[in-house]
Nanobody, 116 residues
């Protein structure tokens, strides 16, 4: 069955970096667009970044709030999508989720806390 599993969250100081990973299984990974979302306490879940499938050139899009700081990428040989997060701010604190857009498959989330 389709599964996506996030990892890599943790506690980091403002200005620091983290790399999140999302390991996918149960489907032909390269054929599907993937996204990262986040949900902060008391707020709605928001789209952070999207990467298209291989045939669409693995193009990327970002929320304005993370442009220039976050980078989404994929390794189709490893069935994994990444979110490199640099220059982290306290307002980036949230649970980060991976999603396979088609079919609406979500992971369980990984907590990112940015605090001194």
């Amino acid at each position: 069955q389709v599964q996506v599993v996030e990892s890599g969250g943790g506690l980091v100081q403002p200005g620091g970096s983290l790399r999140l990973s999302c390991a996918a299984s149960g489907f032909t990974f390269s054929r599907y667009a993937m996204s990262w979302y986040r949900q902060a306490p008391g707020k709605e879940r928001e789209l952070v970044a999207t990467i298209t499938n291989l045939s669409a050139g693995s193009s990327t899009n970002y929320a304005d709030s993370v442009k220039g700081r976050f980078t989404i990428s994929r390794d189709n040989a490893k069935n994994t999508v990444y979110l490199q997060m640099n220059s982290l701010k306290p307002e980036d604190t949230a649970v980060y989720y991976c999603r396979r857009i088609l079919g609406n498959y979500w992971g369980q989330g990984t907590q990112v806390t940015v605090s001194s």
